[in-house]
């Protein structure tokens, strides 16, 4: 069995021989699915910088936090731990409500790096971001699966925040360009169990494909849905919020015709993801939950954050972000820069087989800096 060292009771006071970081991820509500993956992934890279030598001479340290709370207490926790200065940066996956409530209390103070995959859009100085967004992810997916597959009649299904609805409003242009239409929007509260009234939605739309925009286990939920209502059998779905956790979750019986869209897949034949699923396995061993690209993307938080500190040589907000274009590291998404405060990456398609994933091909992106 995999396992942590306990977080020591110490780790709520200052200790100036450290760096101490909140790391923010879903421990309860529809993402807790893939929280423990993001605290794994986030150790092991924590483990991996100190044994490098930490940052400015100092060992890194992740104090967990909650990200699966309501937005407004997850924000007023991460400040009373920056205000008594037990922080000095914050990192991690957790869904856009919460970085809106918490960036403006937080991101001109320290550090903050946002490592979830959102709908664009975020300027605040001091908040940096490794994941993918609408025109880089979706815009090229919806685009080859109109090409190769025929679609043309999107139906969106999301939760009901801003990440599905703006990345939903993105979609419905990207589909007039490849000449179709999104056909129908349905927007649910986070933790909705009851989809029958959605999938009758769908199946009188005549939709070719359905846009997922569901979180954690409201995504397996209407899987599952979906593929007993018999809609997989004339319907395509495409997601670009789906890792191995929730394709486990979902069952082999529920994902015929299911692609997700993302910057890491665990079945990326690639030397850099090799190279970390060893190092994953090695640590934790063969029973830990999966490393998906939700998970693997708090790995990522952690290496930027330690390189944008370490290249400005202080945790000044205003120093580091003088600095933060000439920042790059290499993590399993290859080596990566930074443009726009947003890292720049390689983007895959991936078809479900069972509760696996085929990776088919890496999308064309393009070079525009992300709005």
């Known amino acids: 069995m995999f396992q942590l060292d306990p977080h020591p009771l110490d780790w709520f006071t200052v200790d100036d021989s450290v760096l101490s970081v909140a790391l923010v991820f879903p421990m309860q509500g529809a993402a807790g699915i893939f929280g423990p993956t993001c605290e794994l992934c986030a150790q092991l890279a924590a483990e991996e910088v100190n044994h490098a030598g930490g940052v400015l001479g100092k060992q890194l340290r992740l104090l967990p936090v909650d990200g699966g709370a309501e937005p407004r207490e997850i924000a007023e926790r991460v400040e009373a731990l920056v205000d008594l200065g037990v922080v000095q940066g914050v990192t991690g996956w957790h869904i856009s409500s919460v970085r809106q409530a918490l960036a403006p209390r937080i991101a001109h103070r320290v550090p903050y790096v946002y490592t979830a995959l959102y709908e664009g859009g975020e300027h605040t100085t001091g908040v940096y971001l490794t994941s993918e967004t609408p025109d880089d992810q979706l815009r090229p997916a919806m685009r080859l699966l109109a090409g190769e597959r025929k679609v043309r009649r999107w139906f969106v299904v999301g939760n009901d925040y801003v990440w599905p609805r703006r990345t939903a409003r993105a979609a419905c242009g990207y589909a007039r360009e490849s000449g179709g ?40 939920r209407f899987n599952r849905a979906f593929a007993a209502a018999g809609l997989d059998e004339r319907c395509l779905r495409l997601s670009t919020l789906m890792d191995e956790n929730m394709l486990l979750a979902s069952g082999p019986t529920a994902t015929a015709g299911l692609y997700s869209t993302a910057g890491f897949f665990a079945s990326l034949a690639n030397q ?32 930027l954050l330690a390189a944008l ?63």
């Not at 986070?190 to 029958?196: A, E, I, M, N, V």
């Not at 190279?275 to 999966?290: I, K, L, N, S, W």
Request: hydrophobic share 40%; proline share 4%.
């Open 181 to 220: 239409g999104v056909c129908g929007q349905v927007y649910l509260p986070l933790g909705t169990h009851d989809f029958d009234s959605v999938l009758r939605r769908i199946e009188r739309s005549d939709a070719d494909a359905v846009l997922m925009l569901l979180v954690g286990n409201d995504a397996v």
């Open 272 to 303: 850099d993801t090799l190279d970390f699923q060893g190092r994953y396995a090695g640590r934790y061993g063969t029973e830990a939950p999966a490393p998906g690209s939700l998970g693997e993307s708090c790995y990522e938080g952690v290496l």
């Open 309 to 371: 500190v370490a290249r400005a040589r202080t945790l000044d907000v205003a120093a580091i972000g003088a600095t933060a274009e000439s920042v790059s590291y290499e993590g399993p998404r290859g080596l990566l820069r930074l443009s726009g405060s947003h890292v720049r990456q390689r983007i895959y398609l991936a078809q479900a087989d069972g509760v696996d994933f085929d990776v088919l091909t890496q999308l064309d992106v393009g070079t525009a800096t992300p709005s």
